[in-house]
């Protein structure tokens, strides 16, 4: 009986699936991402064949670990010790692709006996050697996407490789990427004479214990685990996936709401037949089971168009980007599961209360019962249209789809209005700082990305009309005791930049190995002048504590700019530079110099460096994509909503075209229903917004920086968004109902 009721009402159905099956396809696709990222390193991890993994403790991923060249050949002479393999991974971006994988790696590493090398040579042949240009290897899958073969250019952020080999390894990762020799990775990278790890194999297993403790004692600053235990460590697949969940919950949330709404309209139009089963014998539980079967099916069916949908997506995804090696095989069972446990959890909230609803319907009031949203007597306000009467006298369905729409609206103007809160508070930092230009690498995919060498600044500083030039280092590490990352800034004491901190308690920074630390993080750590704080292993003195104007600086500290380009293993190197112009008249001209003599740097005025920024238009780019996300999801609950109030008022609507209404009268009255429900969704949702702004500002150290920033451009968006939705859910109903022939309508049971 489930089934037929689902199958008696197939628009409401399919389109309840719909709603449910974009958000669970959400997460499927996201989830693969990032599942793609874990199954990777764990194929290479244990691919490497190495006992040990030597590190930089406390880094957010392996990209951000830095260690010592050098320390490799102090383990390679240990008596323990079989081979000791450098390996260097970083972010480049490619031709396209803005977060492209890159590992170099020495040429007699043993980790490269895995590498499946399918077309050309590898690294280390002679004919690679002795011919000229960047060697690089490039995965297959990476062959594929970018649509490059042996003998072909390759651009990675400004510098050009010449690709001699197409290698396999059998994991989609490694596959999506590219491997160079050490050097080469270095220089590309900006780490000179680092890298990231060091894969170690013992001549013996059993000596692993008594090696670990010794490497320890000699290097205190540094972590040596096995690789499980290494895997475990890294940080950014856990944050990664905190996206997904929020992205995809948004997502479900939505269809969940839609979901009810359904249900809930399918117990009133129900009313009659309930009273029925109920006068023939049905029990409360049994009514209770069928409106919760019903509810738990369409969930279940959403869960697998959702699951289907998100392979189709991955297979677009596949031939069209390498992020994170996404692949079909990064979809696993426990993926499915997730999706499987949701949509459960949906179907039993989504619906408890219109079962309940439904078993507490009494047999003879069922009977009597003659239409309507609400199952009750007919209810009038004082003052609306026909359109308006019509929302009000079906009140429940009402609510649900205001918080459909309000949900939609709200989570993007909360999440516009924390972007437009970094990017002010970006805009408070380089102004902050009292400078007219600012510079950063060029074609790069983030900004922590951005390597500057110093020479660079030197030549700018020479320039006619510069009056100073500061380097500044940005940067994060993972910090277990506050619970979260730790943001840090390098600046040379003596530079005009660093003045823009206000020490509130001890001095200024003015050697290496201190550190001021933000006022937040020293309440939050319990910090105070004179105490040390330990980042990745590297013990600094506080000798400050300071207040800034930009809130999200106060949950890190400020290093001297040589202790920060050793922490984050850029020797020689700079995040960004601050330029003070003599005349700032003339900023515009010398930034138009800059661009000119120096290819590898971006110059932009300080007011418009951030907007700039490659982590704004990612930002930018991620909201729009949630943006789309929630207004389909929100936009099929509403069509859903519309379709059903058509439905219903079938009769109703063909006892006005009787009367001789036009079908443009109908029209418009079911598409003033729309718009009304959009422009009440949209107050609804900058409601929510503001409540969402509010939850986000109770959450530990993290409140107290959030910067959210509301501007009319954004309540007249959220507005125009509702409505569009309104528009979106009502266009066809309303074409439907204008359809229904007046003879036809009357019949309508």
């Given at each position: 009986m489930v089934l037929k009721n689902l199958l008696r009402r197939k628009a409401r159905t399919m389109l309840t699936i719909l709603g449910i099956g974009i958000g669970v396809a959400a997460i499927v696709a996201l989830g693969a991402l990032v599942n793609g990222l874990e199954v990777g390193y764990k194929?290479?991890?244990?691919?490497?064949?190495?006992?040990?993994?030597?590190?930089?403790?406390?880094?957010?991923?392996?990209?951000?670990?830095s260690v010592d060249e050098e320390i490799g050949e102090k383990l390679a002479s240990m008596p323990e010790v079989s081979a000791v393999s450098a390996m260097l991974q970083g972010f480049a971006q490619a031709e396209g692709e803005p977060f492209f994988f890159v590992f170099g790696y020495p040429e007699n590493s043993f980790v490269l006996e895995r590498i499946n090398i399918v077309e050309g040579e590898g690294l280390d042949s002679r004919s690679t050697q002795r011919s000229r240009g960047r060697p690089i290897i490039l995965g297959s899958a990476a062959s594929e996407v970018l649509d490059k073969g042996v003998g072909d250019s390759m651009r990675l952020t400004g510098s050009v490789f010449r690709i001699v080999g197409i290698y396999e390894t059998g994991d989609a990762f490694e596959d999506s990427g590219a491997i160079l020799n050490l050097k080469d990775s270095q220089d590309l990278l900006g780490k000179g004479n680092k890298v990231?790890?060091?894969?170690?194999?013992?001549?013996?297993?059993?000596?692993?214990?008594?090696?670990?403790?010794?490497?320890?004692?000699?290097?205190?600053?540094?972590s040596i685990s096995g690789t499980s235990e290494f895997l475990e460590e890294q940080t950014f697949q856990d944050m990664m996936m905190g996206y997904v969940w929020v992205i995809g919950g948004l997502a479900i949330v939505i269809g969940g709401v839609g979901m009810m709404n359904s249900q809930l309209m399918a117990v009133f139009e129900r009313t009659r037949e309930i009273g029925v089963l109920r006068a023939i014998g049905w029990n409360r539980t049994r009514i209770l089971g069928m409106i919760l079967g019903e509810s738990i099916s369409v969930c279940l069916a959403g869960g697998i168009f959702g699951v289907g949908l998100g392979y189709l997506i991955i297979l677009a995804l596949t031939k069209a980007t390498l992020l994170f090696g996404i692949n079909i095989s990064n979809v696993g069972i426990d993926l499915i599961l997730q999706a499987a446990f949701i949509v459960l959890t949906l179907g039993l909230i989504g619906g408890i209360y219109p079962a309940w609803r439904a078993s507490r319907l009494e047999p003879v009031e069922a009977l009597r019962y003659e239409g309507g949203g609400s199952g009750g007597k007919i209810r009038r306000l004082p003052v609306g249209g026909m359109a308006v009467q019509s929302l009000w006298q079906r009140s429940t369905r009402t609510f649900l789809t205001l918080g459909a729409i309000g949900i939609t609206v709200g989570a993007i103007?909360?999440?516009?209005?924390?972007?437009?809160?970094?990017?002010?508070?970006?805009?408070?930092?380089?102004?902050?700082?009292?400078?007219?230009?600012?510079?950063?690498?060029?074609?790069?995919?983030?900004?922590?990305?951005?390597?500057?060498?110093?020479r660079v600044g030197e030549k700018i500083a020479a320039m006619p009309g510069i009056a100073n030039v500061s380097g500044i280092m940005f940067s994060a590490v993972t910090m277990p005791e506050a619970g979260g990352f730790f943001l840090v800034e390098g600046y040379s004491p003596n530079e005009f930049a660093i003045r823009r901190f206000r020490i509130v308690e001890g001095e200024p920074l003015r050697n290496n190995r201190q550190m001021i630390i933000g006022r937040t993080i020293a309440e939050a750590l319990k910090k105070k002048v004179g105490d040390t704080i330990e980042l990745s292993g590297t013990r600094f003195r506080i000798v400050g504590i300071y207040e800034s104007d930009v809130n999200w600086e106060e949950l890190g500290g400020v290093l001297t700019l040589r202790d920060a380009q050793v922490l984050m293993g850029r020797p020689r190197k700079v995040t960004m530079y601050a330029v003070k112009v003599v005349d700032p008249a003339q900023a515009e001209t010398i930034v138009h110099e800059i661009n000119q003599q120096f290819e590898d740097v971006h110059a932009a005025i300080a007011g418009d460096f951030v907007d700039q920024m490659p982590d704004m238009e990612n930002s930018r780019g991620m909201m729009d994509a949630i943006s789309f996300l929630a207004i389909a999801v929100g936009g099929v609950g509403v069509l859903n909503t519309m379709l059903m109030s058509v439905m219903e008022r079938t009769r109703e609507i063909g006892v006005l075209r009787a009367l001789g209404w036009r079908r443009r009268a109908v029209l418009t009255m079911i598409m003033k229903e729309a718009v009304i429900l959009g422009i009440l969704g949209g107050l609804t949702g900058i409601l929510i917004a503001f409540f969402l702004a509010f939850l986000m500002g109770r959450v530990p150290m993290i409140g107290q920086v959030l910067d959210v920033i509301w501007g009319l451009d954004i309540f007249v968006r959220a507005i125009l968004v509702a409505i569009l939705l309104g528009l979106i859910g009502g266009f066809y109903p309303a074409y439907r109902a204008t359809r229904l022939q007046p003879v036809e309508a009357l019949r309508y049971e």
């Open positions: 194929s290479m991890l244990a691919g490497s064949k190495a006992d040990l993994v030597l590190s930089q403790p406390d880094t957010m991923d392996i990209s951000y670990s990231s790890l060091f894969y170690i194999q013992l001549k013996e297993p059993s000596l692993g214990e008594r090696f670990i403790q010794k490497v320890e004692r000699q290097y205190s600053d540094l103007m909360a999440l516009e209005g924390m972007i437009r809160g970094m990017t002010d508070s970006m805009n408070t930092m380089m102004f902050g700082s009292q400078v007219e230009i600012m510079l950063r690498q060029a074609d790069i995919a983030d900004t922590s990305l951005s390597a500057m060498d110093e």
